[in-house]
């Protein structure tokens, strides 16, 4: 675990969200209080913390809530409680829609929702069809939010596939990508979750901190890694809490020895969503 004193302090928190919404806020508070107790000065949490089942239905309609609903509010509520920033995914309501949206919002001291990202890419792989149930967002410019001197913006689990997703935010000015996942496990499964998420903090010289699922359905292995590709912190297949320091020194000190991001010759483009079968 990196040990920069002068670092800004953030966790990534692992657990299993499940059905039952007021067991997953009060595991959340009960990780954020821990997250706290250690240093941390921003929590992030997994996709879907908000309410999940393993299968989707149509329960997941009945489970959707606006970005300005109850969860979110407990979300405000213990950031204010605990002067922490949190990030969490959630079951995003869509008016209008026998959809709903995959989002990630995030929330500071004082200040409620800074920033919010509904997943592009849905999960239409390894024999899962996210997109019966869910909307994919749309492609919109990235939203980012400070906290100790640093510029922090979000994407969610399967997009980590997608380079393209983390450049273009890693160009709106992110120092830090926020990555909420339920990556599901299965053969090989867990070798691409270390694999993509390095590669998305080493290509673009940045930190990634990827907030997973605990088994049995998610691969843990949540895990924040540094500009150089390094795992500086790693919580392993149980349910809890680990932390490490940022710094903005490390970004300078690897943009002088790695200065990719200068050296590159292509832009992001957007591209037609390709039509869902």
């Known amino acids: 675990m990196q040990t920069d004193a002068a670092g800004f302090a953030l966790a990534v928190a692992q657990f299993a969200p499940d059905d039952d919404a007021e067991a997953n806020l009060a595991e959340i508070e009960r990780l954020a209080e821990l997250a706290v107790a250690r240093g941390a000065r921003l929590v992030v949490f997994p996709e879907y913390s908000?309410?999940?089942?393993a299968s989707p239905s149509e329960a997941w309609l009945d489970a959707a809530q606006p970005v300005d609903g109850p969860f979110t509010a407990a979300l405000a509520a213990l950031a204010d409680r605990l002067d922490v920033h949190l990030v969490a995914?959630?079951?995003e309501r869509l008016d209008g829609q026998r959809r709903v949206a995959n989002t990630v919002v995030a929330v500071a001291p004082g200040a409620g929702v800074v920033a919010r990202y509904r997943k592009l890419h849905l999960y239409d792989a390894f024999g899962q069809r996210e997109s019966e149930w869910v909307a994919p967002g749309e492609v919109t410019p990235p939203e980012l939010f400070e906290a100790g001197?640093?510029?922090?913006?979000?994407?969610?689990?399967?997009?980590?596939?997608?380079?393209e997703?983390?450049?273009?935010?890693?160009?709106?000015?992110?120092?830090?990508?926020?990555?909420?996942?339920?990556?599901?496990?299965?053969p090989l499964k867990e070798a691409h979750w270390r694999t993509l998420t390095t590669a998305r903090a080493l290509e673009n010289t940045i930190?990634?901190?990827?907030?997973?699922h605990a088994p049995p359905v998610g691969a843990g292995n949540s895990m924040v890694v540094d500009p150089m590709g390094v795992?500086?912190?790693?919580?392993?297949?149980?349910?809890?809490?680990?932390?490490?320091?940022?710094?903005?020194e490390r970004i300078e000190s690897v943009r002088r020895l790695n200065p990719a991001l200068?050296?590159?010759?292509?832009?992001?483009?957007?591209?037609?969503?390709?039509a869902v079968d």
């Open 165 to 186: 997703v983390s450049r273009r935010i890693v160009d709106a000015g992110a120092d830090v990508i926020c990555m909420p996942a339920e990556w599901v496990r299965g």
């Open 262 to 274: 200068r050296l590159r010759r292509f832009t992001v483009a957007e591209r037609p969503h390709p």
């Open 231 to 248: 795992e500086v912190a790693t919580v392993g297949e149980q349910t809890d809490v680990a932390v490490a320091w940022l710094s903005r």
């Open 50 to 53: 908000s309410w999940f089942t």
């Open 89 to 91: 995914g959630m079951i």
């Open 207 to 212: 930190y990634v901190a990827a907030a997973d």
């Open 149 to 163: 001197g640093l510029r922090f913006g979000l994407q969610t689990c399967y997009d980590a596939r997608f380079p």
